[in-house]
T-cell receptor, first 114, second 112 residues
Framework: GENVEQHPSTLSVQEGDSAVIKCTYS??????FPWYKQELGKGPQLIIDIRSNVGEKKDQRIAVTLNKTAKHFSLHITETQPEDSAVYFCAASWFSGGYNKLIFGAGTRLAVHP | GAGVSQSPSNKVTEKGKDVELRCDPISGHTALYWYRQRLGQGLEFLIYFQGNSAPDKSGLPSDRFSAERTGESVSTLTIQRTQQEDSAVYLC??????????FGPGTRLTVL
């Protein structure tokens, strides 16, 4: 089945720096890759997603890149702010049992220090 | 519009008791998922409902866990004879089909 690995598990940056989180997946048939942000005590919230027919997508300070050949995708946050501090999860779609599941990475705890 | 809601937000129970957790999906979303998230861990898939199709129960960890959903409405996750290892946050998500999932705030279950 599909396996998603996420690195690093923790990331600490200074305010204003960039942060990059990387994920790899195993199933070349995966075609949908969302990123979720989870703040303390809350459920994960979708922040950006990308489909396999594009290589990059941007939304203000957040961007996601996808390399289908290498089967990896990355989240880039520029000009980080303290409110970006949270746990970030990547996910990859996996068609099994007649429907598309999402397989999640283990998460990255991002700390942005003022 | 209203997002996914879950109740209760917190539940403390004694070992051996049964608990029932509730999820109200976004109106019109046909797909509904339950996940378990242990402290500091990732999301563990439990069960998936899609319309009136048979649910995918492949992620349920034991026969003490069960879930129901009537049509495209509310779902309940039941854990019988709770154990301390059941302590976790239980998250529900819904989706308009089988794509983007929108999560609720979760129910934090503590088994003493």
């Amino acid at each position: 089945g599909e396996n998603v690995e996420q690195h690093p598990s923790t990331l600490s940056v200074q305010e204003g720096d960039s942060a990059v989180i990387k994920c790899t997946y195993s199933d070349s048939a995966s075609n949908y890759f969302p990123w979720y942000k989870q703040e303390l005590g809350k459920g994960p919230q979708l922040i950006i997603d990308i489909r396999s027919n594009v290589g990059e997508k941007k939304d203000q300070r957040i961007a996601v890149t996808l390399n289908k050949t290498a089967k990896h995708f990355s989240l880039h946050i520029t000009e980080t702010q303290p409110e970006d501090s949270a746990v970030y999860f990547c996910a990859a779609s996996w068609f099994s049992g007649g429907y598309n599941k999402l397989i999640f990475g283990a998460g990255t705890r991002l700390a942005v220090h003022p | 519009g209203a997002g996914v809601s879950q109740s209760p937000s917190n539940k403390v129970t004694e070992k051996g008791k049964d608990v029932e957790l509730r999820c109200d999906p976004i109106s019109g979303h046909t797909a509904l998922y339950w996940y378990r998230q242990r402290l500091g861990q990732g999301l563990e898939f439990l069960i998936y409902f899609q319309g009136n199709s048979a649910p995918d129960k492949s992620g349920l960890p034991s026969d003490r866990f069960s879930a129901e959903r009537t049509g495209e409405s509310v779902s309940t996750l039941t854990i019988q004879r709770t154990q301390q290892e059941d302590s976790a946050v239980y998250l529900c998500a819904s989706s308009p089909s089988a794509g983007t999932q929108y999560f609720g705030p979760g129910t934090r279950l503590t088994v003493l």
